[in-house]
Nanobody, 125 residues
Framework: VQLQASGGGLVQAGGSLRLSCAAL????????MGWFRQAPGKEREFVAA????????HYADSVQGRFTISRDNAKNAVYLQMNSLKSEDAAVYYC???????????????????WGQGTQVTVSS
């Protein structure tokens, strides 16, 4: 499955941004989906994940209550709504997917085999 993230940009602290990830190929509805991010000089880290049905989600503590992951299987897309953005949220955001029907929880990076190209989120203070 090929993934293409979009929606990044420049936003003021406290603002909102919605990222999208389009999936091509494969059977999207049989893949859990996740978002990860990497800030300059830091390791890539988990942000959020959603089960294949959308019925289960998991968030990093740092974004819990501010970010919402969702998916639309009819559109082969996953979204990340980011509210109350902080300077520390600035990073390149990647969407990712584990293999079809594969276990996704806990959402460690090693479980996610397919990666999009990343979209830059910049937060100005």
């Amino acid at each position: 499955v090929q993934l293409q993230a979009s929606g990044g940009g420049l936003v003021q602290a406290g603002g909102s941004l919605r990222l999208s990830c389009a999936a091509l190929g494969g059977t999207f509805s049989r893949h859990a989906m996740g978002w990860f991010r990497q800030a300059p000089g830091k390791e890539r880290e988990f942000v959020a994940a959603v089960s294949w049905s959308g019925g289960a989600t998991h968030y990093a503590d740092s974004v819990q209550g501010r970010f919402t992951i969702s998916r639309d299987n009819a559109k082969n897309a996953v979204y990340l709504q980011m509210n109350s953005l902080k300077s520390e949220d600035a990073a390149v955001y990647y969407c990712a997917a584990p293999p079809q029907d594969a276990t996704w929880y806990p959402p460690v990076q090693q479980r996610f085999h397919y990666w999009g190209q990343g979209t830059q989120v910049t937060v100005s203070s």
